[in-house]
């Protein structure tokens, strides 16, 4: 199983990106998923989180600016960043609570490789 995050990059202060996370391999079920962001020198922290049914919660500081959703039937993940701010400069990874073929009574937690958002002032 693999989680592949893209759509990162340099954008201004007030503009958008939308970042994707696609999973593949022998996917049983997707559980809960989440995007995270890493700042330099900072830990790593929660942006926002969906459950299976589509259920979300964000951090305080994305709250009316970004939103997270999921594609069931592509296994893909999504964060449409609006509205983005410096501080908003991180790596931001996807994650993953889900089942896989071969061992289908057990959850697995996978992370994707991260990917960049740069916004200048």
């Known amino acids: 199983v693999q989680l592949q995050a893209s759509g990162g990059g340099l954008v201004q202060a007030g503009g958008s990106l939308r970042l994707s996370c696609a999973a593949s391999?022998?996917?049983?079920?997707?559980?809960?998923m989440g995007w995270y962001r890493q700042a330099p020198g900072k830990a790593r922290e929660l942006v926002a989180a969906i459950t299976s049914g589509s259920s979300t919660n964000y951090a305080d500081s994305v709250k009316g600016r970004f939103t997270i959703s999921r594609d069931n039937a592509k296994n893909t993940l999504y964060l449409q960043m609006n509205s983005l701010k410096p501080e908003d400069t991180a790596v931001y990874y996807c994650?993953?609570?889900?089942?896989?073929?071969?061992?289908?009574?057990?959850?697995?937690?996978?992370w994707g490789q991260g990917t960049l958002v740069t916004v200048s002032s």
């Open positions: 994650n993953a609570l889900l089942r896989v073929q071969d061992a289908p009574d057990r959850e697995y937690d996978y």
């Open positions: 391999g022998s996917i049983f079920t997707i559980n809960h």
